[in-house]
């Protein structure tokens, strides 16, 4: 044990003061910043830090005190994360994956959400056709609880009601309206976490939506409320179902590639293809969120058509041009 205590004293004598100097500019950069540091210091620390990793190496080998072995661990951790660790605050982080990184994935994913798009325009349009050839085709599209009363045996009062505050008694309308909030926020959830099986339960997802929605536009329209009901749904729908047919992108990329990985391991692929659907799976929760406000103030406080199809559109406008507009790339760094 004596032998064993001098040869640690003698490593740490022949050491120490690298340590104390990787220590000292350690306590500098975490207490103030980078820019306290001369050109000198910042290219001494990532050779303090080999030689910290260094000593590290022969003290495990050797065996020398657990104390010895516990500090150096430690100062070896603390210099890893300042040299390889985030340069950036949570701020900075927020504003890159904004930017850039958030349009970035939605361009990536541009053919599988236009493959989205087009799935929820065919159940739609099938929704509707067969809604307005036999309207009991409504009670399998949509579930009762669901419809909350606008259903083929519903009166044209009642369903025009159902359309605009009119400060009596609201709560139907507001149910409603936080139903259909919940279903595609729920059908946007699903269509990305079961891209996984190939696709095909993503398509599903998405085609039963687009079935929904064009049985429920066939309902107001066959009772002469097209028009009102488009502009009811706009004000809401163009952000909530614009975010479902991105979140069915972000499943279709998933489940492609995993069929497909193509030249890289399946592992790989899917790790890339994780990375981009995730990305833009964190703007798809933002559209949502936008989506409730609306639904919670926006469509209660506006009773007019006109009024409710410009800001619909308007914000449809606005989140093409946030996603796909080119725009200048900023140095990745």
């Avoid at 350690?26 to 000198?40: A, F, Y």
């Avoid at 010895?68 to 390889?84: A, G, H, P, Q, W």
């Avoid at 909350?148 to 008694?169: I, N």
Wanted: glycine residues 10%; positive net charge.
């Amino acid at each position: 044990m004596a032998d064993r205590a001098l040869k640690s004293q003698r490593f740490r004598n022949a050491r120490e003061w690298d340590w104390r100097r990787l220590e000292s500019l350690l306590r500098k950069m975490e207490g103030q910043s980078l820019s306290t540091l001369n050109d000198e210091d910042l290219l001494a620390v990532p050779v303090l830090y080999r030689s910290a990793l260094s000593s590290l190496s022969v003290a495990r080998a050797t065996s020398l005190d657990k104390a010895l072995i516990d500090y150096l661990e430690s100062l070896c951790t603390r210099t890893y994360f300042f040299v390889y660790g985030p340069r950036s605050s949570v701020l900075e982080r927020l504003n890159r994956f904004f930017a850039h990184d958030l349009p970035a994935a939605a361009k990536a994913l541009w053919r599988e959400t236009l493959i989205s798009l087009a799935v929820t325009v065919v159940g739609a349009v099938a929704g509707f056709v067969m809604v307005i050839r036999d309207p009991d085709w409504f009670y399998a599209f949509v579930e009762k609880g669901l419809a909350h009363g606008r259903d083929p045996s519903a009166s044209t009062k009642f369903l025009q009601d159902t359309l605009y505050t009119t400060g009596k008694d609201d709560s139907g309308l507001s149910v409603m309206a936080m139903a259909l909030f919940t279903h595609n926020s729920g059908i946007a959830l699903m269509a990305f976490a079961l891209g996984f099986a190939f696709c095909l339960p993503t398509g599903f997802v998405i085609l039963v939506n687009g079935l929904m929605l064009g049985a429920f536009l066939a309902l107001f329209y066959s009772h002469g409320l097209g028009f009102q009901s488009v502009g009811w749904l706009s004000i809401h729908g163009t952000t909530e179902i614009f975010a479902v047919i991105l979140a069915g992108g972000a499943g279709f990329r998933v489940g492609w590639t995993l069929a497909f990985p193509g030249k890289d391991s399946r592992a790989q692929a899917l790790s890339k293809a994780g990375r981009t659907a995730g990305a833009l799976m964190g703007g798809v929760v933002v559209m949502l969120l936008c989506a409730g406000m609306l639904e919670g103030f926006a469509r209660q406080l506006i009773n007019n058509d006109i009024a409710r199809y410009a800001i619909g559109y308007s914000l449809l406008a606005l989140w093409l041009a946030y996603f796909y507009l080119p725009r200048g790339d900023r140095a990745r760094g």
